[in-house]
């Protein structure tokens, strides 16, 4: 019932796309949410092409479903990401980028290694800008959403101007934790969405305890809007707990821990306002790490297998849109 031109273009059951929550969007989560029908994202910021692979294959040994690699170009050097859009062009089914200005060159790159392309957009401009650039289909990011945000609109008025002004499909991204949600964004026109903290909580995501603990007694109150956490990437916003916020402020001295490379074993510093994703493999000062939350964080009420997470939303949202008389299939635009 759930069927959508997203669906249909990716070749997924339905209409999720796993959002690439930094460290925790590990080969396993994407694995594990490509096996539940939805579109599974591996984040390979930093990885050179031979881990790039070795990741992607790990996901497809496990699902033969969709799995999408993630580049978040804030943080990825302009010199090799040719080669690593290359690298995971030849395995994933999408190659997904955020936090630059749409760039057609890597949009080729990504399709002449047969993948299709997605852009996270914050502004119709940038929308725009995504579909000429080539993009397949775009996720409309509202400053609702957990993590980094380049926008200043809410996620209903910019999915109101995404979709008048582009053709492709388009996701809907920020604050959605609910079956509910998920069904008003497809009763309003959007063909799928992008969930990010709901997946944090899942059994399969490289999250650390404690911050899974804090974002189950949290409510979407509980989280902020800032730039806190920008020792290295100055004047890039991003939405997290406050308790996280008031814990980094309060913090005396420069190192609030240390994290430990799962596969080198190397032992990293981590600085006290570090862009950095919570995972298991950080030991210190978890508190005063980021929390990345978005306004969803209410529908994190435990920690559960990523299968079940999209069958809740997609059970939820499939009996709404029966009570609301919407007959299914596509969305309403195609
Ligand atoms: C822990 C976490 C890490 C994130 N890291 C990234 C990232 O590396 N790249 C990216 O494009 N988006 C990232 N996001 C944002 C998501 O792509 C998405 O826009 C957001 O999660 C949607 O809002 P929600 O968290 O309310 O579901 C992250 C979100 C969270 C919660």
């Given at each position: 019932?759930l ?16 959002a ?9 989560l994407?694995?594990?949410?490509a096996?539940?029908?939805g ?22 040994r ?7 690699a ?79 945000g ?9 999915l109101?101007?995404?979709l ?76 997290a707990?406050r ?6 402020e ?5 190192v ?8 080198s ?70």
């Amino acid at each position: 019932m759930l069927k959508t031109r997203f669906t249909q273009l990716v070749g997924c059951t339905v209409p999720i796309q796993q959002a690439p929550i930094g460290g925790c969007a590990s080969p396993r989560l994407a694995a594990a949410v490509a096996e539940a029908g939805g579109l599974g994202m591996v984040s390979m910021t930093g990885d050179p092409p031979d881990l790039i692979t070795v990741k992607l294959d790990q996901a497809r040994r496990t699902s033969a479903g969709a799995i999408g690699a993630h580049f978040f170009l804030l943080m990825v050097d302009a010199a090799s990401a040719h080669d690593c859009v290359a690298a995971a062009a030849e395995r994933a089914r999408v190659v997904d980028f955020f936090y630059a200005d749409p760039d057609p060159t890597l949009v080729e790159v990504a399709h002449a290694g047969g993948a299709l392309v997605s852009w996270q957009v914050c502004s119709e401009e940038e929308a725009r800008a995504a579909a000429d650039a080539g993009c397949d289909f775009i996720i409309a990011q509202g400053i609702e959403a957990g993590g980094h945000g380049r926008g200043r609109i809410g996620l209903l008025a910019l999915l109101d101007a995404v979709l008048s002004a582009v053709e492709v499909p388009v996701l809907a991204a920020g604050g959605i934790g609910s079956g509910r949600a998920l069904a008003a964004v497809l009763a309003a026109g959007a063909d799928g969405v992008r969930i990010g903290t709901r997946f944090v909580a899942a059994e399969e995501a490289e999250a650390h305890p404690r911050y899974v603990e804090a974002l189950i007694a949290a409510q979407p109150t509980d989280t902020v809007r800032g730039d806190t956490f920008a020792l290295d990437y100055p004047g890039a916003p991003h939405r997290a707990l406050r308790s996280s916020v008031a814990a980094a402020e309060a913090f005396q001295g420069d190192v609030v821990g240390e994290f430990v490379d799962p596969t080198s074993g190397d032992r990293v510093p981590v600085r006290r306002f570090q862009k950095l994703t919570v995972t298991r493999h950080v030991t210190g000062a978890i508190e005063a790490m980021p929390h990345w939350a978005g306004e969803s964080v209410g529908g994190v009420t435990r920690v559960q297998p990523a299968a079940e997470i999209v069958h809740e939303l997609t059970g939820e949202a499939e009996q709404l849109l029966r009570r609301w008389g919407h007959e299914g299939g596509p969305s309403a635009r195609s």
